[in-house]
């Protein structure tokens, strides 16, 4: 229980400490806004967006968490529940030689040929190898840049940026955890989430119990899907206080290198389970803020200090059994002591929460309501990542959105995200010369009325990507007409949405910032469409794609910036329509913006930079000025470290 004799804290600074953390974290709206997104651009997918960012929250930091579920293989406790021995594969579990939360996988049917081989002795099935299978699957269909390693159970990225994990589904829930749904608690979890959660089965991750014998063949079982339920029903006090220990970990703790690695991110959603089912909801209050986070890190020191922390759902295994040697545990307590003595003042030192007591006195619920960090906080989630799966996806959204949406909010995310799958849904489509002419003309109003739909997703790239359709079916005057349209919408208060914005914050100027207050009362995909912008993405092999531009996206994904490609498809069109003068008057407005570029933050946005600067040297090449091509390949060659543009290659050929 939370123990609250002799602790004394204003509820008035409690009430203040919740609406800054509400600015800095998230307020119940915008978490809740974050949440749906994820979930409706899962569907469709087979699979869970998971950690920080599924969970609602979008700290620094926090990288992207995937779980994807491999349907060809299916999981039972036992051999009596097999219903199919076909397909999926049934791997039956077998927990007697594993450690709690692990286990080995067997196939039932050794008759079965699975190539390439993955089996161990012919009947287990080995997470090692499974891990490599899913790299090397992961590096042939993933465009670069990416280049992937293993992480845990998961591959990632070079950057650490996002990490998926493709995991096995066993329907049923596993024997070992039977006695957490009946165990005596308080009111929390309440029995409907417990119901949801027990039907949801669990998953199962490549990754053995390090130190075991049979490591490489063991499975550790992942209980993410009822973590995400347990989430979902913290009260906003309860997730603004794991949110800050998170925060503590990663801004103090893990400021000192040999403490790195002792903690992480689960062992603190463990202990907000545990101090949750033990406590009346009724505590969990913006008034009690100050008071819930010091008593959460207070168990936190109790765990540390005996070396126990119980598995949630399984308690038998203690994650803290052998965790911490001699000196850094002593390290460590000496450290989480010193921050209890400290009370919220601990925080003076992060580079998140460190501005309280200055700002405390200006904190009022109308400064929330205005702010702009509402808007920031939620954009990163609709860029986080993108994964397509054709009209087939676009279809179930659809039949989500008719039957399942019950809030005007979810219906406003689901148009949003119907709208940017229909974008993508011509990326996939090819006009092979041979093509008769009803049938291309069929393809061709079809492609055109997906773009329409997607030209609502934001102000500026559905307009362009309309544009290099009307160019590639060599339509040069529609082409220009929706450009100088597109132009004349992009201003000075448009946010603009640069690849990596999920893992960056959204920064604004001051004009952005008195416009996103202005449209405070507006729904989101009006201000969406009003005021943000993003990259013109394209993956490989696109119909939407300029021939002048295929060496750029054969093979990968590219990005560019939408003013640079608007003017480098005027250039285009009037080259073609024979229009020197207004070629060189669009090479010349290019050039602007590749100056306008360089003088941005260079590390975030370079490859915008840099095909701009190929942009140029294409237009150059073009009216003949070959010196002047080699030179801006050169610049875009030796900017391009990694060797992810058509730049190198564009040199080696006028060379």
């Known amino acids: 229980m939370l123990k609250m004799a002799g602790m004394s804290i204003e509820k008035s600074e409690s009430l203040n400490f919740y609406k800054y953390l509400c600015q800095q974290i998230g307020s119940e709206k915008v978490v809740r806004t974050r949440r749906l997104a994820f979930n409706i651009r899962d569907l469709g997918h087979n699979m869970i967006t998971s950690g920080s960012k599924g969970e609602g929250l979008n700290l620094n930091g926090s990288d992207l968490d995937v779980m994807i579920i491999d349907s060809f293989f299916k999981v039972y406790r036992s051999e009596t529940e097999v219903q199919s021995q076909l397909y999926p594969i049934p791997l039956i579990m077998n927990t007697e030689e594993t450690q709690p939360c692990f286990t080995q996988l067997w196939m039932l049917n050794q008759n079965i040929i699975i190539t390439p081989n993955l089996m161990h002795r012919g009947y287990m099935l080995s997470s090692e190898l499974y891990k490599r299978l899913f790299l090397s699957v992961a590096d042939m269909h993933i465009p670069a840049p990416w280049s992937g390693k293993i992480h845990g159970p998961c591959i990632s990225d070079a950057d650490d940026l996002i990490d998926f994990a493709s995991c096995l589904k066993c329907d049923k829930w596993i024997f070992q955890a039977k006695p957490w749904v009946s ?17 949801s089965g669990v998953l199962l991750v490549p990754i053995g119990h390090k130190g075991s014998i049979n490591e490489n063949v063991e499975w550790r079982i992942s209980f993410s899907v009822a973590e995400k339920y347990l989430i979902f029903s913290f009260s906003h006090t309860q997730l603004l206080c794991y949110a800050m220990l998170k925060i503590l970990l990663r801004d103090i703790i893990e400021k000192h290198e040999d403490l790195k690695g002792l903690l992480c991110s689960y062992f603190l959603k463990t202990v907000m389970f545990w101090i949750s089912e033990e406590t009346d909801p009724y505590v969990w209050r913006p008034d009690n803020m100050i008071l819930c986070f010091m008593a959460c890190l207070q168990r936190l020191l109790y765990c540390v200090r005996y070396s126990i922390l119980s598995h949630y759902f399984i308690p038998d295994n203690n994650l803290f059994f052998l965790r911490f040697k001699g000196t850094n545990k002593d390290k460590l307590i000496s450290l989480l002591t010193n921050l209890c003595e400290q009370g919220i003042n601990c925080f003076a030192s992060s580079e998140t929460l460190h501005d309280y007591q200055s700002r405390s006195s200006k904190i009022t619920d109308s400064v929330i309501s205005k702010s702009v960090g509402c808007l920031r906080q939620i954009i990163p989630t609709f860029y986080a990542y993108y994964f397509y799966s054709g009209s087939d996806r676009n279809l179930r959204m659809l039949y989500y959105f008719l039957h399942h949406s019950r809030t005007a909010l979810s219906r406003v995310l689901f148009a949003l995200q119907i709208s940017e799958a229909s974008m993508h849904i011509p990326e996939q489509t090819q006009y092979p010369t041979c093509l008769e002419n009803k049938n291309h003309y069929f393809r061709y109003k079809h492609d055109l009325s997906h773009l329409m739909i997607g030209l609502h997703f934001d102000a500026v790239s559905g307009l362009l990507k309309l544009a290099s359709f009307f160019y590639v079916q060599k339509n040069f005057i529609a082409s220009l007409t929706v450009i100088k349209y597109t132009l004349h919408k992009y201003t000075d208060e448009k946010i603009y949405m640069y690849a990596n914005s999920c893992n960056h914050a959204v920064r604004c100027n001051h004009m ?8 405070k009362n507006e729904k989101l995909n009006t201000t969406m469409k009003s005021l943000i912008f993003q990259p013109i993405g394209s993956v490989w092999n696109l119909s939407l794609v300029p021939q002048e531009l295929l060496l750029d996206v054969t093979n990968r994904r590219a990005s560019f910036h939408p003013v640079s490609f608007s003017h480098f498809l005027s250039f285009l069109c009037y080259y073609h329509l024979h229009d020197i003068t207004s070629c060189i008057q669009s090479l010349q407005r290019l050039k602007h913006v590749q100056r306008t570029l360089g003088d941005c933050e260079f590390d975030v946005r370079c490859n ?48």
């Open 608 to 655: 915008d930079f840099v095909n701009t600067v190929i942009f140029c040297g294409i237009g150059h090449q073009l009216l003949g000025e070959e010196y002047s091509a080699r030179h801006a390949f050169k610049v875009a060659a030796r900017l391009d470290r990694n060797n992810v543009t058509s730049a190198a290659s564009r040199l080696s050929r006028l060379i």
């Open 183 to 199: 165990r005596p608690r308080t009111t929390w979890p309440p029995f409907d989430i417990i119901s949801k959660i027990v039907s």
């Open 512 to 519: 952005q910032k008195h416009v996103a207050n202005l449209m």
